[in-house]
C-alpha cells in the first residue's frame, strides 16, 4: 500500500515537471495606442488579431487619453502581462507610468516597438534606450549615432543631421542580418515586403541593440539614404527584451504593409521571443521570397486541410498558395506514414469528388505520383479512363507502381 | 583555303593548338591520320544545331567565332522565328543560302550526316534528344545540365559512352583559366586535405503571378515545345523562362550545378562519384506560375568525409562561386575571373611536374572542335557532367521531400526511400519515351 503511494507521489511529481515544460500559451498582452499620427485604429485591432492568430498570446488594447487629455488616468498595471505592444506615438505619460514601464521591462518584460512607436517621447531617455533607434521628434546627433549597413558592414555613424525620414511608399526588399538569430532563423535570406514606408536615418542610443534586418533605402526608387536602413531589431534592457519592427504603416484594411506575410510573421515571432527569449513557431509556407510580396489579406495562415479543400476549386489563372500549402506540409510530415496518410485520404476524397476541378485534381495527381501509397491507386485509376486526367493519372501511375 | 593546302594545314594548326592548349603526351592528333577507327573529318567540321534559342545561338557563335574551324550546314528549331534567325546567321557566316532548317528534331537527325551538333534545349528535352543524337553516332557539344532527372542522365551517360561519340558539356568555367587554377591547387592539396566545400549559387527567380492562359504565338509548335513534359495550356511562358517551372527545370539552382558544383567537383576529387547523404531545405515562392526554389540550402555528405553545402550565394560568407576549405586553409573562385585563398601565397604555388595537371583548356568550344578531331575526350566530359547536376538533383529531392537522402553514388540509387526514389525520374507523357540505348 505504501510503496502504491510513494509511485503516486513520484507519478504526480512527473506529471508535475511534464506541465511545467509544457508550450506556454496565453501570454497576456498589451497593446497600447490612442495616440498617433498614423492610424491607430486600424493598426491596433489588426496587431491583437495577428498576435492572437498564434494561440500564444492573449491581448488587449488600451487606449491613453485623447490627444491633450489627461495623462494622469493613464495608470496600467504592467505587472499583469508578458507582452507590452507600443502603437503609440503622441503626449508623454505619466511619470508615474513611465517609471512603471521602466520597471517593468527592466523587471524582464517583454515590448514590441510597432512602427511610427519608435517616434514616441523623444525626450524620454529610458524609453529611447529601449527602442534603440528613433526617428523625428527633432531627433538629431544629441539622441544618438544612426546605425546602418554599408558594403555588408554594421556602421555606427555619430554624425549630425536629423533622425528619421522616408522616402516615397514603394515595396522593398527585406534582407536578413543574422540567420542565427530565433526570430531570422530559417527565413529567406532577401524578401520583398509590401509596399510601406521604408523608415530611415533612424537614430538612438542603440545599446545592446542587435540589428536583424536590413532594407536598401535606394535613391533611385523614389528617394533614399543609398544606405541598408534597420528594419527588424532587438534590444536588451535590463533583464527585458524588446523587439523593433520599423515597418507595417497601417492604411485602410491594414494595406499592403500590414497584410504583408512578412511583416506579419516577423512580428509574431518577435512577440514570442521577447516574451521567452525563443521562437517556437514554424516558419509558415507563406513566408515572402525575392521573387514577390506575398499578403495575407485576411491575417491568417490557410491550413493543409483547407488548402486540400481549395484545391478541388482551382483553374489557371488562379492563385497556386493552396498547392504550396500542401506541398509544405507534404514535407514537414516527412516520415510520418500517418500523417501522410491523412493528407492521401482528404487528397482522394478531391480527386472522387464531381465538385473539384479537372485543374485541381490534376495539381493532386502530380502530389500522388510520388508520396501516394496504395490507398490512392483505385481513385486514379478510374481517372485513368477520364479523357481531359488521363496523362496526369497516367503519370501518377507509373511512378507508383 | 584550298583542299589540297587546308590538309597540311589542318595537321599543323591541330597539332599547334594540342602543344597550346592541352596537357597530355600527344603530338599529332590521331584522327587526322585515321587512327583509331575515325574517318579524318572534313577541314571544317560540319556542324548542326537544335535549339536556336539565345543560348543555342550564343554558342553558335563562339563556335563560328573559331574562324574556318566549323561550318554549320543544318538548324532545328520548334520556333519558327528562332529557325529563321539562326538560318540568317549560317547562311550569312557561309555567305550561302543553302543551310537547312527542321522543326522536328527526329527529321533533323534522321536527315542530316554531320560531324558534331550543338544542343541548346530546356532540360526537360534533353533525355530524349542528347540520347538519339549520340545514337546516331553525332558528336555532341550539349547545354548543362545534362538531364532533368537522374534517370535521364543514366541514360544519356549510356548512350554516349556506347556509341563513342566525343561529348562536351556547355561547363565553360572548365576553360577558365582560374577556375582551373583554383581547381588544380586544391586537388593538389595546396588547402591540406579538403574537408569542406561551400558552392554559392544565384537565388531566384522573379514572380510573373499566376497569368491566364493565352494563345500560342504562331511561331510556336507548343505541343513539340512540350514533347515529354505533361501537357499544358500555353501562358506565356516558354523560352528562357521555363527555368522557373519544375517541370522543366530545377531553377538556378540546376541551372548552375553545371557552373560552380562541376568546378567544385573538379578541385576536390570527386567527379566520378556522389555524395552519400543529402539533406537541407528549400524556400519556395508561396504561389504563382513560377515554382522553383528561390533559396536552398543543402548539406552533401561524401564518403571520404568531404562535406559540400549547396546554398544561394546570399546565405553564404563567400557568397557566389566554390571554396575549396581544408585543414591548411582555403581557395575561392568564382566568374569575373576571380581567385582568392586565405594565404595570398597559396596562389602563387608552383605546381611540380609529378603532381596533378588538370586538363588545360583555353577555348571551350575550340577543345570541342579539337577533341573531335582528335578522338579525345573533351574537358567537360558527359559522366563528369551528370556527377555535377546529381548533386544539385539529389539536393532537389532532399529538399522536395523534406527528408535526408541516403544515395549509393556506385549503384546511383536511392537507399530505403522508395517515395524519393520515384523523384530520380519523371514519366513521359505519350507517346514519348526514353529512348534505349
Known sequence: MKRKYIILIVLAGLFGIFSSCKKETGFNTLIITGQNNHNWQVSSPLLKQILDETGLFTSEIMKTPATGGDMNTFNPDFSKYKLVVIDYNGDSWNEKTNKAFVDYVSNGGGVVIYHAANNSFPAWKEYNE?????????????????????????????????????????????????????????????????????????RGPA??????????????????????????????????????????????????????????????????????????????????????????????????????????????????????????????????????????????????????????????????????????????????????????????????? | MTKNSSRREFVKRSAALVAGSIVLPQIIPSSVLGMGGRTAPSDRLVMGAIGTGSQGMSNMRDFLDLKDAVRFVAVCDVDSVHLAGAKRTVDGANKSNDCRTYGDFREFLAKEKLDAVSIALPDHWHGIIYSEAANRKMNVYGEKPICRTINDGKTIVKAVKDNNIIWQTGSWQRSEANFHRGAELAVNGRVGKIKYIEVGLPDGGNNI??????????????????????????????????????????????????????????????????????????????????????????????????????????????????????????????????????????????????????????????????????????????????????????????????????????????IGNPAASKLLSRPYRKPWTLPTV
Not at chain 1, 528613433?134 to 536629423?162: C, F, H, M
Open chain 1, 207 to 401: 545599446l545592446n541593440m542587435e540589428v536583424l534586418a536590413t532594407a536598401f533605402a535606394d535613391s533611385a526608387k523614389g528617394g533614399g539614404t543609398m544606405r541598408d536602413e534597420p528594419m527588424l531589431m532587438t534590444i536588451a534592457y535590463g533583464k527585458g527584451r524588446i523587439f523593433h519592427t520599423a515597418m507595417g504603416h497601417a492604411d485602410e484594411g491594414g494595406g499592403p504593409a500590414m497584410q504583408c506575410a512578412g511583416f506579419i510573421i516577423t512580428l509574431q515571432r518577435g512577440a514570442e521571443w521577447a516574451v521567452t527569449g525563443n521562437v517556437t513557431q514554424p516558419v509558415p509556407f507563406d513566408f515572402p521570397t525575392a521573387a514577390g510580396v506575398v499578403l495575407r489579406p485576411d491575417f491568417k495562415e490557410v491550413t493543409v486541410d483547407e488548402a486540400i479543400k481549395n484545391i478541388g476549386s482551382y483553374e489557371i489563372g488562379k492563385s497556386t498558395k493552396n498547392l504550396t500549402c500542401l506541398q509544405y506540409h507534404i514535407r514537414k510530415l516527412a516520415g510520418d506514414q500517418a500523417g501522410l496518410l491523412n493528407l492521401e485520404k482528404q487528397m482522394v476524397t478531391v480527386l472522387e469528388s464531381s465538385d473539384a476541378t479537372t485543374e485541381g485534381k490534376k495539381l493532386l495527381l502530380r502530389e500522388l505520383s510520388w508520396m501516394g501509397t496504395s490507398f490512392c491507386q483505385p481513385a486514379i485509376n478510374k481517372l485513368s479512363s477520364v479523357e481531359e486526367l488521363k496523362d496526369e493519372a497516367a503519370f501518377a501511375l507509373e511512378r507508383l507502381k
Open chain 2, 209 to 414: 503571378g499566376t497569368p491566364p492562359v493565352m494563345d500560342v504565338p504562331p511561331q510556336l509548335n507548343w505541343e513539340m515545345w512540350l514533347g515529354p513534359a505533361l501537357k499544358v495550356p500555353y501562358r506565356g511562358v516558354s523560352h528562357w523562362d521555363w527555368r522557373w517551372i519544375l517541370d522543366y527545370s530545377g531553377g538556378q539552382l540546376t541551372d548552375w550545378a553545371g557552373h560552380h558544383i562541376d568546378i567544385a567537383n573538379w578541385g576536390a576529387g570527386l567527379e566520378h562519384t556522389g555524395p552519400s547523404e543529402i539533406s537541407g531545405s528549400g524556400i519556395y515562392p508561396a504561389e504563382g506560375l513560377y515554382n522553383v526554389p528561390v533559396e536552398y540550402d543543402f548539406l552533401c555528405k561524401y564518403a571520404n568525409g568531404i562535406e559540400m553545402r549547396v546554398a544561394n550565394a546570399a546565405r553564404l560568407k563567400h557568397g557566389m562561386g566554390t571554396v575549396w576549405q581544408g585543414d591548411l586553409g582555403w581557395i575561392h573562385v568564382d566568374r569575373g575571373n576571380r581567385i582568392s585563398a586565405s594565404d595570398p601565397a597559396i596562389l602563387n604555388e608552383v605546381i611540380g611536374e609529378n603532381e596533378i595537371h588538370l586538363y588545360k583548356s583555353e577555348n571551350h568550344w575550340q577543345n570541342f572542335v579539337d577533341c573531335v578531331r582528335s578522338g579525345k575526350p573533351a574537358i567537360a566530359p558527359v559522366e563528369v557532367a551528370y556527377r555535377a547536376i546529381s548533386v544539385g538533383l539529389l539536393g532537389e529531392i532532399a529538399m522536395t521531400t523534406g527528408q535526408t537522402i541516403k544515395w549509393d553514388p556506385d549503384k546511383e540509387e536511392i
Open chain 1, 130 to 202: 529601449m527602442t534603440g533607434l528613433g526617428g523625428w521628434g527633432d531627433r538629431n546627433e544629441k539622441s544618438g549615432p544612426y546605425v546602418y549597413y554599408k558594403a555588408g558592414q554594421l556602421v555606427t555613424d555619430t554624425s549630425a543631421g536629423i533622425g528619421g525620414t522616408h522616402g516615397k511608399r514603394r515595396e522593398f526588399m527585406v534582407v536578413s542580418r543574422k540567420a542565427d538569430h530565433p526570430i531570422t532563423k530559417g527565413l529567406p535570406a532577401r524578401w520583398l515586403h509590401g509596399t510601406d514606408e521604408l523608415y530611415s536615418l533612424l
